[in-house]
């Protein structure tokens, strides 16, 4: 999943929702980072990248042919960090 395939395009659209964080019922933080993970084995989460730029958000060190599944959190400061976002699937090309 590079910036010109269309399994890294729909990562890059999927991760850009991340762009504020829900840290309560009544406030909002700017977020800071997004936290991406991929799926090794059935529900084990391994840490694939941590994005500070976010408009720079391609997942390093991909095998092409790969199906490879992702979900990505917001951080923002003092360690706040949203929900799991649901997994997203695709073919790394």
């Known amino acids: 999943m590079d910036g010109t395939s269309t399994g890294g ?7 850009a929702m991340f762009s504020e964080l829900d840290v309560s019922a009544t ?5 800071t980072a997004q936290l991406v993970e991929s799926m090794t084995a059935p529900n084990v989460w391994t840490k694939m990248a941590v994005f500070t730029d976010l408009n720079n958000t391609v997942v390093p060190n991909l095998q092409p ?3 490879y599944t992702f ?5 923002a400061a003092g360690n706040q960090q949203s ?4 997994p997203l699937s695709a073919m790394s090309t």
């Open 9 to 15: 395009e729909s990562i890059r659209k999927w991760m």
């Open 27 to 31: 406030t909002a933080a700017a977020t």
């Open 65 to 67: 042919g790969t199906v």
């Open 71 to 75: 979900r990505v959190c917001a951080m």
């Open 83 to 86: 929900e799991w976002s649901a």
